[in-house]
């Protein structure tokens, strides 16, 4: 036993909480595992019987209604009077006589829709294709029409049944009425009748209000109009006649009874919301939390017990911490006279770490003492270094001063311009601008240099508005302007024109600076490509604008140089949309 308690001592402090840990998530995750199944068999057991009592009575007692609604029907098609008016308006030539006979045929008909509180209304359409309705009516599309007389033809005189849809929430019962006179049967053609049976009252009667009932036939969805949810969903779940099953559907978990009939083929849904449950269920939930609140409180006690271990050599290291903060190296590199034996774990080894790197401060005091003269040194000298563009700064600020005071404007302008591109070439701030600040140094460049080259500059500068915003490197396009006006406009006497425009590609934001200088020979181009050619002042070379490009976007971005004798240059920028 004093071996397993040693190995734990000097066991590391990662594998202690993990044992600790381990042992507490096993317990818990146990005894809820038992609870659970528990708790759920009881749940489902109790569920599933009343919702499968509940939807076998209800489904029965719907289909004895739709039966009694088709015998209803077959009294209707075979009801002599109707048969007479039916058969007198397919041999009339008169349309008066059809008028009557109709009239007739509708007065018959109220008899039936007005002892029959399950029917909406009663639709017939006679050998002429003309139709008569009773009772509740909506007009039935023309097209849906002519599905039901479709339907109801294949059927040779059987029912037909016709689901809701958008048009019409009514379940629908169509079937040829076929001639007969006694024993003679001729089934010739004499109408079509159409029933719209109530199915929201026939399941109020049949069901009650004990629970949700969803009945289907296929992917039709038969009664509800608006279901809590859309019964294709679960539709590969039910292939079985009869069963149970839990589904949580757009946020909401249901319980859902199902029964398939055997006569109609008809699918009946008992949806239960999962968190109705009953009394013992709710006992059993209240249990769990109560023993996991007691699992929780007994692991907390554990793990103060756990963390006061931990935390003693830790408070001996802060002290001896804080005489190494005061200065008492000498000290702080003694353990206490009561202090434990320190044990083999990390704790152990932080205080060797710390005694370790008392001893070398130690030895670093006088280094380090004579490091920071030569710091303050070196930073004297970093501030004598900064009073020169200070200085340059004043200057230029006096000259323009002196400039305004004598109305010398184009001084003026010249100073504020050189004055501005000193600024943000220095500036270490900001290294991506936006494309409107990077213009202004662009501006402030031209400006200056229109005071030099006069009308042999032509500068032109087509940039949108909204395109200003987009982000840029720290002077990308001064440098382009300059290497224009060195090869393209210096060698020449004649005017040069520069262009800076904007356009996108399916890929890239593009700002473009061309100019109809001399162009470049092939080899010049391609050592310029390849970073070869040196610059011939000390300003930023292309490769250095591109490489900045691509450290600042990715290597999807860029800077391109199209140019050839005699045909100027384009340099091309390639940023995101």
Not at 161 to 184: C, F, Q, V
Request: hydrophobic share 40%; with cysteine.
């Amino acid at each position: 036993m004093q071996k397993w308690i040693t190995i734990y001592k000097n066991m590391k402090i990662k594998n202690k909480l993990s044992l600790l840990i381990s042992l507490i998530v096993a317990m818990a995750f146990t005894f809820a595992v038992i609870v659970q199944q528990y708790a759920f068999s009881i749940y489902d057991e109790q569920l599933y019987l009343k919702s499968s009592q509940v939807l076998h009575l209800s489904s029965s007692a719907i289909e004895a209604e739709l039966e009694r609604i088709e015998q209803l029907s077959f009294n209707i098609i075979t009801d002599t009077q109707i048969q007479n008016i039916l058969r007198s308006i397919a041999g009339s030539e008169s349309d008066y006589d059809r008028l009557i006979l109709r009239q007739h045929l509708v007065d018959r008909l109220l008899n039936y829709v007005g002892s029959e509180p399950m029917l909406y209304s009663i639709h017939l359409i006679d050998s002429y294709d003309q139709q008569q309705d009773v009772g509740s009516v909506v007009p039935i599309d023309p097209a849906k029409k002519e599905l039901i007389l479709q339907l109801a033809g294949d059927a040779d005189g059987g029912e037909r049944w016709i689901y809701p849809d958008d048009t019409d929430s009514a379940l629908l019962l169509s079937r040829e009425i076929r001639s007969y006179t006694g024993t003679l049967f001729d089934l010739n053609y004499l109408g079509t009748i159409i029933i719209r049976i109530n199915m929201d009252k026939i399941v109020r009667k049949s069901a009650g209000g004990e629970s949700d009932l969803i009945v289907t036939s296929g992917t039709d969805v038969i009664y509800p109009a608006t279901p809590h949810f859309d019964p294709v969903v679960i539709q590969s779940s039910l292939s079985s006649g009869n069963g149970y099953l839990t589904r949580e559907i757009d946020g909401h978990t249901y319980f859902i009874a199902h029964n398939r009939s055997g006569n109609t083929g008809w699918t009946y849904m008992n949806v239960t919301p999962f968190n109705q449950t009953f009394k013992q269920i709710i006992f059993i939930k209240e249990l769990v939390i109560i023993v996991f609140t007691v699992i929780f409180a007994v692991a907390i006690l554990l793990g103060i017990r756990f963390s006061r271990g931990l935390t003693r050599p830790i408070e001996s290291l802060i002290t001896r911490m804080k005489l190494a903060e005061k200065g008492n190296f000498a000290e702080a590199n003694v353990l206490p006279q009561d202090a434990a034996p320190v044990a083999m774990n990390e704790l152990g080894l932080l205080h060797r770490t710390f005694r370790l790197m008392i001893e070398r401060i130690n030895a670093l005091i006088t280094e380090n003492y004579s490091n920071r003269l030569l710091i303050k040194e070196t930073e004297f000298k970093a501030l004598q270094a900064q009073i020169n563009p200070h200085f340059l700064y004043n200057t230029l600020e006096s000259v323009n001063w002196l400039a305004k005071m004598n109305k010398q404007t184009q001084i003026s302008d010249m100073v504020q311009a050189l004055a501005f591109l000193l600024r943000n070439s220095v500036s270490l701030k900001e290294p991506i601008l936006t494309l409107g600040e990077e213009l202004e140094i662009v501006r402030n460049y031209v400006l200056i240099q229109k005071f030099r080259f006069e009308d042999r500059l032509e500068f032109t500068l087509d940039v949108k508005e909204q395109d200003l915003h987009r982000k840029i490197p720290k002077l990308s396009l001064q440098p382009l302007l300059e290497n224009a006006i060195h090869y393209a406009l210096e060698p020449s006497v004649d005017p040069c024109r520069i262009s800076l425009f904007c356009k996108e590609t399916p890929s890239a934001f593009c700002v473009i600076v061309e100019d109809d200088g001399p162009g470049m020979a092939p080899d010049t181009l391609t050592q310029l490509r390849n970073g070869d050619l040196a610059t011939s002042g000390n300003g930023i070379g292309l490769l250095n604008i591109d490489e900045r490009i691509k450290l600042a976007f990715g290597d999807h971005y860029g800077l391109s140089i199209d140019s050839g004798s005699g045909l100027g240059t384009r340099v091309i920028l390639y940023l995101p949309k």
